[in-house]
């Protein structure tokens, strides 16, 4: 990378960080009880076709162990936020998920410089969408005002700038937000209104194929979930590389494909 960080603003990355799923898998937290019905081993597939897909895409990948402390724990996206030179290790909003931090902190040390949030507040990755040298923090129901501030905060003393957007519905700002190219995004109409993203190119995901606007923009290729046909062929009647990818069991557990990895 770049001294000035252009190549991880333009969303071009060399490592990464996943962790497999374990048995726990069916003890994550899901907003209506479907986690308990995920099949483990295809889980298993699903995950290492995600993980060999990042990896043909030139991303060398860090694998951090499953703990079975922590159901949650392959949703590693939220448990730590990059920055072009250092990685902010956060504090999740779910009590039970605050120990997940501590073996990706480890993991991601011998790379990048750490900052870790204070208590105070509390922040997922999953609410934090960049665009350019502009992050979108979501205040969500895992994210709060103070959390969101801090990081913030964080943000500016590193050289970028940042919007608080409101996240009224959904899990987090990129279940329903990602972005495509640091002037282009993917998302549901209801959340494209909002002003953080006047003037910003915008790929609208149809209401009955949801899931498939969190995606995952990676090395000039495009991943969405597979199963949704018309997102497919929107992004790539814009020109964009789509590779599709199905992980319909971690969707049981809420999860969506920016929540399998963090990238830098």
């Given at each position: 990378?770049?001294?000035?960080?252009?190549?991880?603003?333009?969303?071009?990355?060399?490592?990464?960080?996943?962790?497999?799923?374990?048995?726990?898998?069916?003890?994550?937290?899901?907003?209506?009880?479907?986690?308990?019905?995920?099949?483990?081993e295809q889980a298993r597939t699903q995950h290492a076709r995600?993980?060999?897909?990042?990896?043909?895409?030139?991303?060398?990948?860090?694998?951090?162990?499953?703990?079975?402390a922590f159901p949650d724990g392959c949703f590693v996206e939220d448990t730590c936020v990059?920055?072009?030179?250092?990685?902010?290790?956060?504090?999740?909003?779910?009590?039970?998920?605050r120990g997940e931090s501590l073996s990706?902190?480890?993991?991601?040390?011998?790379?990048?410089?750490?900052?870790?949030?204070?208590?105070?507040?509390?922040?997922?990755?999953?609410?934090?969408?960049?665009?350019?040298?502009?992050y979108l923090i979501g205040r969500s129901g895992r994210t709060n005002a103070e959390g969101a501030e801090e990081l913030g905060r964080i943000v500016k003393?590193?050289?970028?700038?940042?919007?608080?957007?409101?996240?009224?519905?959904?899990?987090?700002?990129?279940?329903?937000?990602?972005?495509?190219?640091?002037d282009t995004v993917l998302g549901l109409s209801s959340f494209l209104g909002d002003r953080a993203f006047t003037d910003i190119k915008k790929i609208v995901v149809p209401e009955d194929e949801a899931p498939a606007a969190c995606a995952v923009a990676a090395n000039g290729t495009v991943i969405v979930a597979?199963?949704?046909?018309?997102?497919?062929?929107?992004?790539?009647?814009?020109?964009?590389s789509v590779i599709a990818c199905d992980i319909s069991e971690f969707a049981k557990a809420d999860g969506g494909l920016t929540c399998l990895s963090v990238l830098w």
């Amino acid at each position: 990378m770049r001294k000035d960080g252009s190549d991880f603003f333009a969303y071009r990355y060399t490592r990464g960080i996943v962790r497999c799923p374990g048995p726990e898998l069916t003890g994550a937290l899901s907003r209506n009880g479907a986690a308990a019905a995920i099949d483990v081993e295809q889980a298993r597939t699903q995950h290492a076709r995600y993980v060999k897909i990042l990896e043909g895409l030139g991303i060398d990948l860090i694998h951090v162990p499953a703990d079975p402390a922590f159901p949650d724990g392959c949703f590693v996206e939220d448990t730590c936020v990059m920055l072009p030179q250092i990685a902010v290790i956060t504090a999740p909003g779910a009590p039970s998920r605050r120990g997940e931090s501590l073996s990706v902190q480890q993991a991601v040390a011998p790379h990048r410089e750490i900052r870790r949030m204070t208590d105070a507040g509390t922040l997922d990755g999953g609410d934090v969408l960049r665009l350019a040298r502009t992050y979108l923090i979501g205040r969500s129901g895992r994210t709060n005002a103070e959390g969101a501030e801090e990081l913030g905060r964080i943000v500016k003393q590193n050289g970028a700038d940042y919007r608080i957007v409101d996240v009224a519905q959904g899990l987090h700002l990129k279940s329903a937000v990602t972005p495509l190219a640091p002037d282009t995004v993917l998302g549901l109409s209801s959340f494209l209104g909002d002003r953080a993203f006047t003037d910003i190119k915008k790929i609208v995901v149809p209401e009955d194929e949801a899931p498939a606007a969190c995606a995952v923009a990676a090395n000039g290729t495009v991943i969405v979930a597979d199963g949704f046909p018309e997102t497919r062929q929107r992004l790539e009647r814009a020109g964009f590389s789509v590779i599709a990818c199905d992980i319909s069991e971690f969707a049981k557990a809420d999860g969506g494909l920016t929540c399998l990895s963090v990238l830098w």
